[in-house]
């Protein structure tokens, strides 16, 4: 398995004698979910977000301890005659699923301990590959009222790819930037879906009983995609992965059987203003970022032959030279080289990367040369 991160380049699509039809666009299908997703081309989708059905398996209201109801999830579609019946339809839909994503495509699909093992189980069955089990933990869960469990405090999401061949994407570099530079965690602490981002119905009630937050699914969406990737929900509800993909500058494809849910959910995300392009760019490591030579910087004029750099703390001097290399002068003797040989000779060391040990004098600071090579490469991205 492969895995593509953040700033490579585009994937190459393999190459087929069969052509790839393209699938609908920011768009909500009303109907079946099985039978919608049968109608997608194959191989049409880059990204999945399933919030399905949880068989929550309850066989009486729930009450407070005041007797009151709690508006728990009682309705039809998460109601199944058996445990063979939610495998049956959890198979089908996710083979469905399968179908339609592209070979290098992955899937998060979220669920309680009411679902998530029996999902898991037949991910594997079917070919998936899982990657990570993610944990969502909730900052204000809802309370365990008969005091006879732990409160269910958490939900797990799956994130799969299509295969294990998959060269999926995987945004590690861009996670962990903002991450303070820490790796990204498997356990994500996000709140509940709560005030004016929750959707009310015309008396005031909330109007789907298990909207998920739009943090929590742009953190799926910004982790396994780019901009102008093709995200497909097919259980769409209150349009909560459409939201978080238009925000992100994403296409999405949304399936919903429910009319009155579909139609808020266009409603929804017709209000949404996609991000400036710059914010959505996608993050380019050093590694990957184009090469830029030295000399490159003295032809353009961002650094003069006869400029001086020193290290940090203006201790060393060196010398540019007119063709791009640097000149060190060690009492009568003077070595030339590049800027990272004549960095690691000027610390005695076998390497040294020129671009961050070398530094110039801008008005009364001393900057890296990086920042130099930095306005090139951006100036190549414009163009």
């Not at 087929?16 to 609908?24: F, I, N, R, T």
């Not at 037949?122 to 900052?139: E, M, S």
Request: with cysteine.
């Amino acid at each position: 398995m492969t895995v593509v991160r953040s700033g490579a380049s585009r994937r190459t699509p393999r190459s087929s004698s069969k052509p790839q039809l393209s699938a609908p666009v920011d768009r909500v299908l009303v109907g079946d979910c099985v039978e919608t997703l049968a109608t997608l081309p194959e191989s049409s989708v880059d990204l999945v977000f399933a919030d399905p059905p949880y068989n929550l398996q309850l066989q009486n209201e729930l009450k407070r301890p005041d007797d009151s109801k709690v508006d728990a999830v009682d309705d039809e579609w998460d109601q199944f005659a058996s445990f063979a019946a939610y495998d049956e339809f959890t198979r089908a839909w996710l083979a469905a699923c399968r179908r339609a994503m592209k070979p290098d495509a992955t899937i998060w699909v979220i669920g309680s301990y009411h679902n998530i093992f029996r999902v898991g189980t037949i991910l594997q069955d079917l070919g998936f590959w899982i990657l990570n089990d993610v944990v969502w933990r909730k900052t204000n869960p809802m309370p365990n009222f008969r005091g006879r469990r732990f409160t269910n405090a958490h939900e797990t999401l799956i994130w799969a790819a299509r295969e294990r061949s998959s060269r999926y994407t995987f945004n590690y570099e861009a996670l962990k930037a903002g991450n303070d530079d820490l790796q990204m965690r498997s356990d994500w602490t996000i709140p509940l879906c709560t005030g004016e981002e929750r959707l009310k119905d015309g008396s005031g009630r909330k109007l789907h009983p298990t909207q998920k937050p739009e943090a929590l699914v742009a953190r799926a969406i910004l982790a396994a995609s780019r901009p102008g990737d093709l995200v497909l929900d097919p259980f769409f509800g209150t349009g909560t992965t459409g939201a978080a993909a238009k925000r992100l500058g994403r296409h999405y494809l949304g399936i919903e059987r429910d009319k009155t849910y579909a139609s808020r959910a266009l409603m929804r995300i017709d209000a949404i203003e996609p991000l400036p392009s710059p914010s959505i760019a996608p993050f380019v490591t050093a590694r990957e970022a184009p090469r830029v030579a030295f000399n490159s910087l003295v032809e353009r004029g961002l650094v003069k032959a006869g400029t001086r750099l020193t290290d940090s703390k203006g201790r060393v001097k060196a010398i540019v030279r007119a063709d791009g290399s640097i000149a060190l002068r060690n009492g009568k003797d003077e070595s030339v080289g590049s800027i990272h040989r004549i960095g690691a000779l000027a610390q005695g060391l076998e390497a040294c990367n020129g671009w961050t040990y070398w530094h110039f004098e801008d008005g009364a600071k001393r900057q890296p040369i990086d920042s130099l090579r930095a306005k090139v490469r951006a100036e190549m991205a414009a163009t």
